[in-house]
């Protein structure tokens, strides 16, 4: 059944994913007309280090999510740069650049880009929560022990 379908196919089974269009959006992801918090970009090549991290970590949001399968692979790849100019404070946050190698205007991508935001202000509240939680417990155990022990053994006691 499978060789049938395959067949069918002449074996070109190949969809494209935001991956396949992301690594050619980022060329023109930083340029050195950019602004950073409304002043100059320092370090163009750090920038785009950066801007890479972000959209890496926005592109695997969107493999997580189910609301993500609405949009275009090509849109995603569009929202994941232009979100992570946002998290990273470049103005201006769509260029004339990007929107002539995408073939997107702003209005096309925001609603991609309101959904990784969405996500990524979940997954700051998240971690902050964790974090919390974790910085809780470890102050407990560490007054716990100091309490039980008759000394202090060297821990830090958190009294509040």
């Not at 925001?110 to 809780?136: F, G, Q, Y």
């Not at 008759?150 to 509040?160: F, T």
């Amino acid at each position: 059944m499978e060789l049938t379908i395959l067949k069918f196919f002449q074996w070109n089974i190949s969809l494209p994913t935001p991956a396949h269009f992301l690594d050619y959006y980022m060329t023109e992801g930083v340029s050195q007309s950019d602004l950073h918090a409304g002043y100059p970009v320092c370090s163009v090549n750090k920038s785009r280090l950066y801007l890479e991290k972000y959209c890496h970590y926005f592109l695997e949001v969107s493999l997580q999510d189910h609301c993500f399968l609405v949009f275009r692979p090509s849109v995603i790849a569009a929202a994941c740069v232009a979100a992570s100019r946002i998290c990273l404070h470049l103005s201006p946050t769509w260029t004339s650049r990007l929107h002539s190698i995408t073939g997107y205007r702003w209005d096309h991508i925001a609603p991609c880009i309101e959904t990784m935001l969405k996500v990524h202000e979940m997954d700051v509240k998240a971690t902050k929560t964790t974090k919390e939680t974790k910085d809780n417990v470890s102050s407990a155990m560490m007054y716990e022990r100091g309490k039980h022990s008759g000394y202090n053994r060297g821990y830090a006691v958190c009294i509040s």
